[in-house]
């Protein structure tokens, strides 16, 4: 067991708590979220699908926006919980004891996924991968706005099928100093979940603040036993992963500057599958900012105004800087020469937006951006010439860089029918063929209904290691078609459906192929694969009630040609379930008591199974029901002291994240999912 320090954290809770009693700064929310009713709750803007904000009926995508309260009331433990609410994404396993995303029926690892934090891009740079885990603490979050769909035009070849796009808190949504301290135990595992944070934030005037969070932990991924196909084993309980993420964020006037570092690792028991002999780690460690300034090129009367104000056209400039060392193998003499990976990459880009007033019937974004990328072999002993960029070419190299620009406009008209969006975007980079994919969308409010259509087609670029592995790989491209209708029942409740079609051509996938007249297992596109469905959901909000119920449904059935994907059941892909059902609500049975059940029901699945052989042999995984339930109490002995129990997995089902594709050389198999855990987070705010 690694022990863990809480004496610093202690001390400072206890200063804290001395401090509330003199100053008693935190004030009253204005309204208690009990208190709101299904409009107000409703009444959510977004950003996500487009640079006008815009009301979640209005957009022009199929949206699903997570605030703070509800993440506040879920009782949700991590960002794993979080993203478990969201209709549609499932979780499935990866090499290295790490967690991927699936979405609509879809495996979405490997850039068909974009996640962002703050503005700027969490996907790592080698595989686009996103590994799910402890990652963030979910009480610095201050919403999370997903598109259900394509984002290509707006944000490029990451967004092929759905944007995950996570907002902390700044200055603007709390202020003073915030502490919270986890943990958590389950069934085979005491110290399970450690966990602590700290956050402060200060407004100066109305364009001036600043805030600074930081957060450390230690938790468990499961504390179960892990069998390969060839039915080797490996007591989980072994591993762990270990978050670590500091986040400065500062504005001036239209002066903004984020800075993000990030240290994520895994105890690495499994690799490309058979568990190794002796323990290592994958790390993933990251920097990620921006320095941007937002000004105004012409106020309404056309003169030239330096201001920030909304009127005329606006402008944005700003740099992104990112350095990443991703999938970080720190004992390369338990994993042999052919695993070891220790590269480090760099991305610099350069963007500049252009839009007119937000308020105008007619709305135009322009958008350039530069991108320069870079990756490089940090150390590699000799005979690992796998691990070197274009390993199947006669010259491997230690180095390996690439260029990219975009151009990309969106126009919104609207009009006494309806509104209609249209956009474009342009991406040309050194090492593949360029990308172009436009967007068309109409929306349409009608008292107490609203309808969309949208027509999308998206690109997924290529990462370093799908064209160091084979460089005549190029970009997969994606065609989605989807409806969505929606009504307020009453003034309490809201229903929606949303129908879509994914076609996804060129898919690039790990795979043996031959290149030049070899044999090699690496990146090739391969014939297509996709997905179609239908998602339902209802929201009730009553009083002090409020209740909400999702049910997606996706089939691939005459949509798949990709073998790796292939479960042998027409309808579904490997590792995918048919159906997942969310069920969860929240009910405040006093000022500051509040209870909340949830119910995540996902539908069997079809994967790769241990037989005795690493060929395996594909099964299937019965359905599964994760319920959680959580009570929150609110000025608990001190006004601001805050206290969230729970427990998860309440059935003590094995949930496994299976594995979504095969490939020709993989021991691979589902990792199994965590027991029943009991866990506990106390929260301290103070305002000043």
């Known amino acids: ?401 690439q260029t990219a620009y975009a151009v990309y406009g969106e126009t919104i008209q609207q009009t006494d029918f309806g509104n209609f969006s249209a956009g474009i975007r342009h991406e040309a980079t050194s090492n593949y063929p360029a990308s172009t994919v436009p967007r068309f969308a109409f929306t349409k409010i009608l008292d107490s209904w609203h309808t969309k259509a949208l027509l999308s087609w998206a690109y997924r670029a290529p990462t370093f290691e799908n064209v160091s592995f084979n460089p005549t790989v190029r970009p997969e491209t994606t065609q989605t078609v989807e409806l969505e209708v929606g009504k307020r029942l009453n003034s309490e409740q809201q229903v929606t459906l949303a129908l879509f079609n994914t076609q996804i051509n060129d898919p690039i996938v790990y795979s043996t192929f031959d290149l030049n007249g070899q044999q090699v297992d690496g990146y090739n596109n391969v014939d297509k694969t996709g997905a179609r469905g239908l998602e339902v959901e209802w929201k009730l909000k009553r009083n002090a009630l409020t209740a909400d119920a999702a049910w997606t449904f996706a089939t691939s059935r005459g949509m798949n040609g990709v073998s790796q994907y292939d479960s042998g059941d027409g309808d579904l892909l490997l590792g995918i379930p048919r159906n997942k059902i969310i069920l969860r609500s929240a009910w405040s049975f006093s000022s500051d008591w509040w209870l909340s059940p949830t119910l995540v029901w996902q539908s069997e699945t079809r994967a790769w199974l241990p037989n005795g052989s690493t060929t395996g042999a594909i099964g299937e995984f019965q359905p599964t029901a994760h319920a959680t339930i959580a009570i929150r109490r609110d000025n608990l002995f001190v006004k601001n002291l805050n206290l969230i129990a729970g427990g998860a997995n309440l059935f003590n089902q094995n949930q496994p994240y299976t594995v979504a594709y095969r490939s020709t050389n993989s021991d691979l198999a589902a990792l199994p999912g965590p027991s029943r855990e009991i866990y506990g987070r106390l929260e301290y705010n103070v305002e000043f």
């Open 1 to 401: 067991m690694h022990g863990f320090k809480y004496s610093a954290f202690t001390s400072a809770f206890a200063a804290v708590l001395l401090l509330s009693r003199v100053c008693h700064a935190q004030t009253e929310s204005s309204e208690r979220f009990s208190d709101l009713n299904l409009e107000q709750l409703m009444d959510v803007s977004v950003t996500v699908t487009s640079e006008k904000m815009q009301s979640l009926r209005a957009a022009p995508g199929v949206v699903s926006v997570i605030t703070s309260e509800e993440i506040k009331l879920s009782g949700a433990r991590d960002l794993t919980d979080v993203l478990r609410l969201v209709p549609g994404l499932t979780f499935n396993s990866e090499v290295q004891t790490n967690v991927a995303l699936s979405f609509r029926g879809i495996y979405a690892n490997e850039g068909k996924l974009l996640i962002r934090l703050d503005g700027q891009d969490w996907n790592e740079l080698a595989y686009s991968n996103f590994n799910v885990g402890d990652r963030l603490p979910v009480e610095m979050i201050d919403r999370i706005e997903i598109i259900r769909g394509p984002g290509s035009v707006r944000f490029g070849g990451w967004a092929e099928v759905a944007v995950i796009d996570i907002h902390t808190k700044t200055h603007k949504q709390t202020k003073g100093l915030h502490l919270a301290a986890t943990g958590g135990s389950l069934v085979s595992e005491d110290n399970a979940r450690r966990t602590l944070s700290a956050s402060v934030a200060k407004s100066f005037n109305d364009d001036a603040g600043i805030s600074l969070s930081f957060y450390q932990g230690r938790t468990r991924l499961s504390d179960r036993i892990y069998h390969s196909l060839s039915s080797a084993s490996m007591d989980l309980r072994l591993t762990e992963q270990q978050p670590s993420i500091f986040n400065l964020g500062a504005n001036l006037g239209g002066w903004k500057l984020r800075v993000i570092r990030e240290s994520f690792t895994t105890d690495q028991t499994v690799g490309p599958g058979t568990p190794f002999t002796s323990n290592s780690t994958s790390t993933f460690q990251a920097l990620l900012s921006e320095l941007a300034y937002e000004g105004q090129l012409t106020s309404t009367n056309g003169n030239v105004n330096d201001g920030t104000s909304s009127g005329g056209w606006n402008f944005r400039i700003g740099h992104r800087y990112t350095q990443q060392k991703p999938w970080w193998q720190t004992n390369p003499v338990s994993l042999g020469t052919n695993s070891y990976y220790d590269k480090s990459y760099e991305r610099s880009t350069t963007n500049l937006l252009i839009k007119n007033n937000e308020n105008s019937s007619s709305f135009f974004t322009f958008g350039a951006e530069y991108r320069a990328d870079r990756g490089h072999v940090d150390s590699a002993p000799e005979a690992n010439s796998v691990n070197l960029f274009f390993p199947t070419s006669n010259n491997p190299t230690d180095t390996m860089s």
